[in-house]
């Protein structure tokens, strides 16, 4: 076989490849444009409920569940374009190592989610405001500020108590206006 027969075979063999590869790149576009509008409209309509659901003060937990939603719909948008374009095996792989790695961020984020989800229930809880008096382990003062991970306590002194919602949330006590526990609210 001559150098110039083997440049030949090679050229056709990458333009046949390329020819090949062109329906699969043109279904990857449009379900990249379809996938586009469909997590668009899966976000709004998901902020607007999240938004009803936890008004003003309260955005950062719509803004929290709208982030989430987005990212696992980009993801899983990512790993069905792999599988369209001919990269199944990669986008197999990708999922399985995503997962081991999402497991042990969960673990090393273990009290930060803690904190999150009980300040998403302390946000929520009625009975729990800015303005109200509450004792949470061993601090007592004025609710000033609820946040996702952290609540606030302004004390008698004038200092500022910031205390983890994880130990607000799991046992805490409303003072009455009369500055005598009511019940516990947890």
Do not use: H
């Not at 027969?5 to 379809?34: H, W, Y």
């Not at 929520?124 to 061993?138: E, M, R």
Request: glycine share 10%; charged share 15%.
């Amino acid at each position: 076989m001559s150098a110039a027969q083997i440049i030949t075979d090679t050229i056709n063999e990458f333009v046949a490849s390329i020819l090949g590869a062109i329906p699969k790149l043109l279904s990857g576009l449009l379900f990249l444009l379809l996938a586009y509008v469909v997590i668009k409209l899966v976000t709004r309509v998901l902020r607007a409920t999240l938004v009803r659901a936890y008004p003003g003060d309260q955005s950062l937990v719509a803004d929290l569940g709208v982030l989430v939603a987005t990212v696992f719909l980009w993801f899983g948008a990512g790993l069905t374009l792999l599988g369209i374009v001919g990269l199944g095996g990669l986008a197999a792989s990708l999922g399985t190592a995503v997962g081991f790695v999402a497991l042990g961020i969960s673990y090393a984020l273990s009290e930060m989610i803690e904190d999150t989800v009980a300040g998403v229930y302390l946000l929520k809880d009625p009975d729990f405001n800015p303005g109200d008096t509450v004792t949470a382990g061993s601090t007592t003062g004025v609710v000033t500020a609820i946040g996702l991970r952290k609540s606030r306590f302004e004390l008698d002194s004038g200092d500022t108590a910031v205390v983890a919602n994880r130990d607000v949330e799991s046992k805490w006590i409303k003072k009455a206006d009369g500055d005598e526990p009511s019940a516990n609210a947890s």
